[in-house]
């Protein structure tokens, strides 16, 4: 059940796929991210992903969402189960977004690459000003804002192989 959502913009519900991706070296990349019509949001560091286009799987939305937000070339057999389970809500340009999300690991052979933005969207090149490969123990220790907010909670026990369903998170 989700809570009453602030009356404040029009509100777009879908389902998403958040990746973390873990290099051989455990450490998870994430961007920085801000909101250039909210600055009051701040900034923050966020997972891989977004929404599922019509007719795709969890499988395929993370492949994708991968490629064309890092330039990471990631195989169907390398995304793991989706876990993580989530319902949140969050401010985005002028919608407030309400959405399904499952979060799926994806486990490099290598260490983390480069990020390379060729593929990004429009709005996602504004969005992402920064990317870097995090050290698993510095985002449980961080004072950082994450997206997903448990994210320093929660990234242990899923990188552990445990189930999680989490209650809802209204973001922003």
Do not use: C, K, N
Not at 2 to 30: G, K
Not at 87 to 103: G, K, M, N, P, Y
Not at 110 to 126: I, K, M, Q, S, T
């Amino acid at each position: 059940m989700t809570p009453a959502l602030p009356d404040d913009f029009p509100v777009i519900e879908r389902h998403a796929v958040r990746v973390v991706v873990l290099d051989a070296d455990q450490r998870v990349l994430l961007f920085h991210t801000r909101d250039p019509e909210h600055p009051r949001l701040g900034t923050w560091w966020e997972l891989p992903g977004g929404g599922m286009d019509p007719g795709e799987t969890y499988l395929d939305t993370a492949v994708r969402e991968l490629r064309e937000e890092s330039g990471i070339v990631a195989l169907p057999a390398q995304v793991g189960p989706p876990a993580w389970r989530r319902r949140a809500s969050f401010l985005h340009r002028r919608t407030r977004h309400l959405q399904d999300e499952v979060v799926v690991t994806v486990r490099l052979t290598g260490p983390g690459p480069e990020v390379d933005e060729a593929d990004r969207l429009a709005y996602e090149r504004e969005d992402y000003f920064g990317f870097r490969w995090w050290p698993v123990d510095e985002i449980v220790a961080g004072r950082e804002r994450f997206y997903p907010g448990r994210l320093p909670d929660l990234l242990p026990v899923l990188l552990a192989g445990e189930e999680i369903d989490e209650p809802f998170e209204l973001w922003s």
